[in-house]
């Protein structure tokens, strides 16, 4: 049973700099993709960055290119995502995800069936 913990979440100011991490319990299987999604409050959960486990392609949604770098770790099995610039927009539950589908896009992460899922971290961004 693969489990995925996340960690690095808090509170900041806008303009800072936080890193999440993920780190599966357990070594994951490729081809294999990972992302982050973000829940903002009253809003639906949607993707902002995707991995290729195998390839290191990487996609983000529009709003963050420039400031979130998503990437892997695979001695410590572990995705992180970056995110600087933050700004209040940005405050959400972020999860992390893995799915066995072998992702390249955007749009592939967005449509992917994930397995496993993080716990969440709130992130919240003050102005």
């Known amino acids: 049973q693969v489990q995925l913990v996340e960690s690095g979440g808090g509170l900041v100011q806008a303009g800072g700099s936080l890193r999440l991490s993920c780190a599966a319990s357990?070594?994951?299987?490729?081809?294999?993709?990972m992302a982050w999604f973000r829940q903002p409050p009253g809003k639906e959960r949607d993707v902002v960055a995707g991995i290729n486990w195998s390839s290191g392609i990487t996609d983000y949604a529009e709003s963050v290119k420039g400031r979130f770098t998503i990437s892997r770790d695979n001695a410590k099995n572990t995705v992180y995502l970056q995110m600087n610039s933050l700004k209040p927009e940005d405050t959400a539950v972020y999860y992390c995800?893995?799915?066995?589908?072998?992702?390249?896009?955007?749009?592939?992460?967005?449509?992917?069936?994930?397995?496993?899922w993080g716990q969440g971290a709130q992130v919240t961004v003050s102005s």
């Open positions: 995800a893995a799915s066995t589908w072998y992702c390249a896009g955007y749009g592939c992460y967005q449509r992917a069936k994930y397995n496993y």
């Open positions: 357990e070594r994951t299987l490729s081809p294999y993709s």
